[in-house]
């Protein structure tokens, strides 16, 4: 299947301070998406990206469609500590529009 | 509205010995995924259902897992004979069958251990 690759693998950082995280893949993808998984739950969507170059924000969050559609980021401004988790960014790749992949996941940690 | 209902949320058993997993999606969602979590890896698609046909299965392991939808509604995953290497967290997700690709809602997940 195809690879996504995501950084950082983890993070700890301070609260207040902003968070920065990106997902690369060699191919194409149609859709990028980033999720939050939370300890013994499921994934949650958070952003949904449609479209190359576009920026889109919930709240906090902002992420962006890279225009070579092969890269997107994820920031959150401000973090709190219900910011804690494991941040999933996804995607569907040209020529396959349903199977979504998963990248391997960046858990943030945030110090009081 | 319910969310995707999955039971049971922990199994434990022995290597060689079988288990199924039980799902319920969200009322109204055609399309029902099969994922499978490695601790400290993402999930990966096992299977893929759009009502009771099979969309994709290419990531099934089918000489010891296999799936079933059978009214378009539940879903049962089952693996058969187990091996160590499936202990991992399965997560059942749904979404609507003209909705937004990769818009799913997942359940809370089945974390089978196998000793």
């Known amino acids: 299947g195809q690879q996504l690759n995501q950084s950082p693998q983890s993070m700890f950082i301070q609260e207040g301070e902003d968070v920065s995280m990106n997902c690369t893949s060699s191919?194409?993808?149609?859709?990028w998406l980033w999720y939050k998984q939370d300890p013994g739950e499921g994934p949650v969507l958070l952003i949904a990206l449609y479209k190359a170059g576009e920026l889109t924000s919930n709240g906090r969050l902002t992420a962006q469609f890279g225009i070579t559609r092969k890269d997107s980021f994820l920031n959150i401004s401000a973090s709190i500590p219900s910011d804690v988790g494991i941040y999933f960014c996804?995607?569907?790749?040209?020529?396959?529009?349903?199977?979504?992949?998963f990248g391997s996941g960046t858990q943030l940690t945030v110090l009081p | 509205e319910a969310g995707v209902a999955q039971s049971p949320r922990y199994k434990i058993i022995e290597k060689r010995q079988s288990v199924a997993f039980w799902c319920n999606p969200i009322s109204g969602h055609a399309t029902l995924y099969w994922y499978q979590q490695i601790l400290g890896q993402g999930p990966k698609l096992l299977i893929q259902f759009q009502n009771n046909g099979v969309v994709d299965d290419s990531q099934l392991p089918k000489d010891r897992f296999s799936a079933e939808r059978l009214k378009g509604v539940d879903s049962t995953l089952k693996i058969q004979p187990a091996k160590l290497e499936d202990s991992a967290v399965y997560l059942c997700a749904s979404s609507l069958s003209g909705g937004s690709a990769g818009e799913l809602f997942f359940g809370e997940g089945s974390r089978l251990t196998v000793l």
């Open positions: 191919s194409i993808f149609n859709t």
């Open positions: 996804a995607g569907t790749p040209r020529g396959s529009a349903r199977q979504l992949t």
